[in-house]
């Protein structure tokens, strides 16, 4: 009997392609997407630590899957397997088995490809507790895997599934470089590129498969130094060459840089390849020196800067987002206000902003000076402000300019499709039907705060040529 499958992914684009991976490593054993928990026969939960109100958010969604099962049970209708997966899994694990012992698996994002043998193992265990055989069920229902193997997770997944024009593509995990307030370090283990050999083959893949644009996907995306076919280490420039010599990939983008990694190869790469998009995620945390310092970045204001004109002189048309980071312990007016000084003089078309989490184990934690929250929120409302301005400010800009836009859903009203500008913005067009998962070329002709309004200029997909995304 075909059974069914409901993940909840929380925070990054990361969770996002691992609930992919974990969904198309379950299918072989009879596991079919199901849209809602109620339904299906087994839920994950796909956690983020990153802060504390993402994590807690888990503890309280458990609770509802305990319920849920009761309800099942009681209507007849069968046992649930509730599992976690992600950053907290990594984290509490044990925690999670104390607080929720309802659980039945707790697995990190190293050991997904184990998961076929973890719900074998906890079906078992339910089954033998359906018929009263608490021995066999074993002592509680949890099954725990937070291993960090030796063997490449990657090479036990099968290929993933395509859905729809666009694709995220995880080529590093894990993070060396332990800036003072994250937890990745702890949760994601040590940095792994996968060999540039893979990652195109998936990428093929997928292309084939009718995708269009691919999101290379890594904590440090651009850390990234894979194996390539002549042995060597190659670089995130050097693959992106390689992946736009497959024919039908449009878009080539990539998410989350850090300043540190930005290399010559990739400068040049943005500057002769088309398709790399002229969009690129890049934090920067805080203009202020004394505490880029104390998060330990590895880089001051003035690098950025640099980095900054660096990536700008590869094209004209490049834009920048980032994510920054109010009330960092320590964190004065005046360092506040060399943040603000530094958006202004750089000026951001999106961002990301958080007031600082103190994570249990990173080293700014146990930091003197915390800030008070009220401080906290006071900054963070002027920096969202100015960031807001900035973003409308450049939709605004956009008005008049042709745009191609991947047309990747359906929009509200009818005859409306949706899509991304090469700078993620969405943008709705009135347009036939069989345009979608095409790349069209728009002109835009309205801008609201968060997205804009196109008119189609040409239906056909745009040639691979030097033109640029934004004329
Ligand atoms: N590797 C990326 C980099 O170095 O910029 C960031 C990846 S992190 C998963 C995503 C974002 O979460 C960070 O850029 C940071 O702004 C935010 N973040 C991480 N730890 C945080 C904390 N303890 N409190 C608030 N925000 C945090
Ligand atoms: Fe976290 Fe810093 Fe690593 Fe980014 S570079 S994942 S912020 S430790």
Same mark, same amino acid.
Do not use: W
């Given at each position: ?7 909840k992914t929380?925070?990054?684009?990361? =969770? ?19 849209q ?12 983020c630590?990153i802060?504390?109100?993402?994590s807690?958010?888990?503890f309280?969604?458990l ?11 009681a209507? #007849? ?26 659980? &039945?698996i707790?697995?990190?994002p190293?050991?997904?490809?184990? /998961? ?10 339910a089954?033998?507790?359906?018929? #009263? ?11 725990l895997?937070?291993?960090?193997p ?10 993933p ?6 694709a ?46 691919i999101?290379? /996907?890594?904590? =440090?995306?651009?850390?990234?130094h894979?194996?390539g076919?002549?042995?060597?280490e ?14 039908? /990939? ?7 840089s850090?300043?540190?990694?930005? &290399? ?31 998060? =330990?970045? #590895? ?6 800067r ?10 004209? &048309?490049l ?22 000084a530094l ?5 951001f ?5 958080f007031?600082?989490s103190?994570?249990?184990?990173t080293?700014a ?20 402000? /100015? ?32 899509g991304r ?12 039907? &069989?345009?979608? =998962? ?34």
């Amino acid at each position: 009997m075909k059974k069914h499958l409901y993940i909840k992914t929380y925070g990054c684009q990361m =969770n996002v392609y691992d609930s992919g991976r974990m969904a198309d490593v379950l299918a072989p054993i009879g596991y079919a997407p199901a849209q809602a928990p109620d339904g299906a026969d087994m839920v994950i939960l796909n956690t983020c630590h990153i802060r504390e109100k993402a994590s807690e958010k888990v503890f309280s969604e458990l609770g509802r899957l305990r319920l849920l099962r009761e309800e099942r049970k009681a209507e #007849g209708k069968g046992d649930l397997l509730i599992a976690v997966a992600g950053c907290v899994a990594q984290a509490e694990g044990e925690e999670i088995l104390a607080r929720a012992p309802y659980v &039945d698996i707790v697995l990190g994002p190293q050991a997904y490809h184990k /998961l076929p043998e973890m719900v074998a193992q906890a079906e078992r265990a339910a089954a033998a507790r359906a018929n #009263g055989d608490d021995k066999a069920a074993g002592p509680g229902r949890g099954v725990l895997n937070t291993d960090f193997p030796e063997e490449a997770k990657f090479d036990f997944l099968p290929a993933p599934r395509a859905e729809g024009p666009s694709a995220f593509l995880s080529i590093q995990e894990g993070c060396d470089k332990f800036c003072t307030f994250c937890v990745v370090p702890y949760t994601r283990g040590a940095e792994y590129s996968r060999p540039v050999e893979a990652v195109v083959a998936e990428a093929r893949g997928l292309v084939e498969a009718g995708v269009r644009e691919i999101t290379l /996907l890594g904590q =440090n995306v651009n850390a990234y130094h894979g194996v390539g076919a002549d042995g060597a280490e190659a670089g995130l420039g050097h693959l992106c060459r390689a992946l736009a010599k497959i024919p039908g /990939l449009e878009r080539i983008r990539y998410t989350t840089s850090h300043p540190r990694d930005v &290399d010559d190869a990739l400068i040049a790469a943005h500057r002769d390849l088309p398709q790399m998009m002229p969009f690129i995620h890049l934090p920067v945390q805080s203009g202020s020196d004394r505490i880029l310092r104390a998060m =330990n970045r #590895g880089h001051t204001r003035d690098r950025y800067r640099e980095i900054v004109a660096g990536l700008k002189g590869s094209r004209d &048309d490049l834009a920048l987002s980032s994510d920054f980071i109010v009330g960092f312990p320590g964190e004065t007016d005046k360092d506040f206000r060399d943040t603000m000084a530094l958006v202004d003089e750089i000026g951001f078309i999106q961002a990301y902003s958080f007031k600082y989490s103190p994570r249990p184990g990173t080293p700014a934690s146990a930091m003197p000076n915390q800030v008070p929250e009220d401080e906290k929120d006071a900054r963070l409302a002027e920096l969202q402000a /100015l960031l807001q301005r900035q973003q409308i400010a450049f939709n605004q800009d956009c008005v008049g300019r042709e745009m191609d836009v991947l047309l990747d859903r359906v929009g509200k009203l009818p005859g409306q499709l949706l899509g991304r500008s090469p700078y993620m913005q969405p943008v709705h067009v009135t347009a036939p039907a &069989d345009l979608r =998962n095409t790349i069209a070329r728009l002109r835009i002709v309205s801008a609201g705060p968060n997205s804009l309004g196109g008119e189609l200029v040409a239906a056909a997909d745009p040639p691979h040529s030097s033109e640029r995304a934004c004329a």
